[in-house]
Every structure is written in structure tokens, then in C-alpha cells.
């Protein structure tokens, strides 16, 4: 079993940053891809960014430039650094991982979700 542990959410003000982390722990023996998903109420999850092990990275075309995401491998955690935050931004954001365990089985992995609630 894996788990993904997230941190970093939190109220801010339009304009504002935050920086978000997740930290996979468990049998893992590596990580294929991380990546960071939001869903705000009334609507259907959706990728924010993603990264690879080996540092290709994809945004969702609303948060390109303005998001970043990064990966210490060593640590199996990602991050993603939210600057420009906007009302529209506000929403629950969930961290995945590809994982292949040390069973050899490949699994998806969700975190439990942490609150971003941007004000105008």
C-alpha cells in the first residue's frame, strides 16, 4: 500500500501564492508520474499539472505560467507553486501517483485533498 499525504492549502487573497506538497510513503518502488488534479464544487476533476520522473512536465492551458510543478525523487514528493492565484482557482486540489510497488504491480494513488479557496 501506498499513501499520499498532502500539505499546503489554505486561504488567500487574489494575486496571492501558495506552494503545495505531497509526499508519497509506503511500498514504492519508484514513481512513474505525479501530478496534481483540483475540483471545484459543481464541476468534474480536472489535471492541473503534471510531471514525469524524468522532469517532462504538462499544464493545464488556465494555470501555464502562472503554476509550477516540480519533483524531488528522492524524497517521492511533488510540488506545485501557485503564484497569480485567482477566484477561479479556488478548489480542491488532490495529488496522484503512478506507483510501482515493490510488488511489481503499477497502481494509480490519490491524497485526500486540500482546500485552496483564493478571495477577490
Known amino acids: 500500500q501506498v499513501q499520499l499525504v498532502e500539505s499546503g492549502g489554505g486561504l488567500v487573497q487574489a494575486g496571492g501564492s501558495l506552494r503545495l506538497s505531497c509526499a508519497a510513503s509506503?511500498?514504492?518502488?519508484?514513481?512513474?508520474?505525479m501530478g496534481w488534479y483540483r475540483q471545484a464544487p459543481g464541476k468534474q476533476r480536472e489535471l492541473v499539472a503534471g510531471?514525469?520522473?524524468?522532469?517532462?512536465?504538462n499544464y493545464a492551458d488556465s494555470v501555464k505560467g502562472r503554476f509550477t510543478i516540480s519533483m524531488d525523487n528522492a524524497k517521492n514528493t511533488v510540488y506545485l507553486q501557485a503564484n497569480s492565484l485567482k477566484p477561479e482557482d479556488t478548489a480542491v486540489y488532490y495529488c496522484?501517483?503512478?506507483?510501482?510497488?515493490?510488488?511489481?504491480?503499477?497502481?494509480?494513488?490519490w491524497g485526500q485533498g486540500t482546500q485552496v479557496t483564493v478571495s477577490s
Open positions: 496522484n501517483a503512478e506507483v510501482v510497488e515493490t510488488t511489481g504491480l503499477i497502481k494509480d494513488y
Open positions: 509506503g511500498s514504492i518502488f519508484s514513481i512513474y508520474a
Open positions: 510531471i514525469t520522473s524524468g522532469g517532462s512536465t
